[in-house]
């Protein structure tokens, strides 16, 4: 009983150590652009800002969560550090749709 506890926390570690890396990746997100909008007041901004990222994280949990029980068991650490990285890419497109889709425009101040 005790052997397949242990290899169940085993099969988990892997995907723990994406989802951890894919949080701190997440944190370094891109500081030289900005998101205004034309009609909105500044105040809502960071409101609306805070929501889509919250939401493009909430999208990709849920789908790294639903990858994990089959694809990341077997993987190696190059194939898990590809895979955070393609969760990364793909939750900042998430988050650029969300904030476009409520009429956002992306300033870059280089």
Request: aromatic share 10%.
């Amino acid at each position: 009983m005790m052997v397949k506890a242990t290899q169940k926390v085993i099969r988990r570690a892997p995907f723990m150590v994406m989802v951890f890396c894919a949080f701190v990746l997440s944190a370094c997100s891109n500081t030289s652009e900005s998101w205004q909008h034309s009609t909105k007041p500044k105040d809502l901004w960071s409101k609306d800002i805070a929501a889509c990222k919250s939401r493009a994280s909430a999208l990709i949990n849920r789908q790294l969560d639903i990858d994990s029980d089959s694809s990341f068991r077997n993987r190696d650490e190059l194939q898990t550090q590809f895979a955070v990285y393609d969760a990364r890419k793909k939750r900042y497109s998430y988050f650029t749709n969300c904030l476009s889709g409520k009429g956002y425009r992306r300033i870059s101040s280089n």
